[in-house]
Structure formats: structure tokens, C-alpha cells
């Protein structure tokens, strides 16, 4: 349902609710008073952005990607500061098929804008490693360090410590071909 019809129903329920009570049906009017409310609360937070995070949380990828999959125009059916929240949700799921089609979804996210500093670190780390994957080793260290700056209650340290650990690991891993034909990688 988009927006604005939200706000148009949240509005005439209300209406509705405060008729009642002024005629004296105080019990209806404080349900429909709780009902529009709840309708409000939907303007901020849609109900498919919650149920998707839910099932994000439950490990439940492939109902969190139908219920996302059901917005069918972001720009109309989430309040804008939810944009960004909507990529990152996007991305987090494309992460677990194929990494490196899930940077589109971190940079738009970071581009809308997210508003809790965890969330930001998230999604420089997410970057952090699809560079890390590209070869990337300056762009990918900028990512961490973004995410580390980021990360101020350290909910994402351990993360961050275990991607600099791979990281440094890649200086020390080179690809040298040898062996006959030069089909063979030797590491070193």
C-alpha cells in the first residue's frame, strides 16, 4: 500500500475515533484511536521490512527475500529514511548467494543513508570484503577502517579483527604460475 493512502486512512480513522468518543463510545473510540495508531506506525515502519528482518534473524533466507521481494517500488511503499535499510537487507541477502553482485546493493544503501553507526559499519564491512575479493587491497582497507570508525559499541570488532587477518594474509599469498604447461599455482 503506498504512503499516502496510509496517511489518508490513518487520518480518517482517527476522525472517526475522536466522533465516537465526543458521542460518547469511549470503548470504540479508543480502539480506533489504538488502530490508527498502528496504521502511523506502519508510515515509519513497514510491516514487510520487519517480518524480512525477522527472518533475516531466524536464518530464514528465502522468506526474508519473498517478503522483500513483494515491495514492488521501494520509493513509494517505504518512508524515505527506509531506503537505504531496504538495500542493506537486499545486499546482506544477495551476500549469501554471490558476493560480488551484493556491492550494488551496500553502495546504494550507504548513498541513502543509514542511521545507526552499526548498520554503516556493516555495510563498509560487507564492502570491505567483496573489494578484499576483487584484489582490492587499498580500496578494502579504507572500507575497514571506515567500519572500524563506525563500530562504536564494537558490536562488529571481532569481524574487523578477522578481516585485517586475511588481509594481511593476502600480502603473504602470491600467485606465482610454475609447473609444465603453466597450468599450475604454487603459493608462497
Known sequence: MPNFIRIILGALILGAAITLIVFSYWGWGILLIFISIL?????????????????????????????????????KELFKGQWGYYHLLLGLIESRKSPMKSEKFFKKALSFGLTMDHNIALANLSLAGVEMGK??????????????????????????????????????????????????????
Open 39 to 75: 496504521i502511523f506506525i506502519t508510515y515509519i515502519f513497514n510491516e514487510k521490512m520487519l517480518l524480512a528482518q525477522w527472518f533475516l534473524r531466524k536464518e530464514n533466507m528465502e522468506k526474508a527475500e519473498s517478503w522483500l521481494n513483494s515491495i514492488k517500488d521501494y520509493e
Open 135 to 188: 584484489r582490492n587491497k587499498r580500496e578494502a582497507q579504507r572500507l575497514l577502517k571506515e567500519a572500524e570508525k563506525a563500530d562504536k559499541n564494537k558490536l562488529l570488532a571481532e569481524q574487523i579483527k578477522m578481516m585485517k587477518g586475511q588481509m594481511s594474509m593476502l600480502d603473504k599469498t602470491q600467485m606465482v604460475r610454475g609447473g609444465r604447461g603453466g597450468s599450475g599455482f604454487r603459493q608462497f
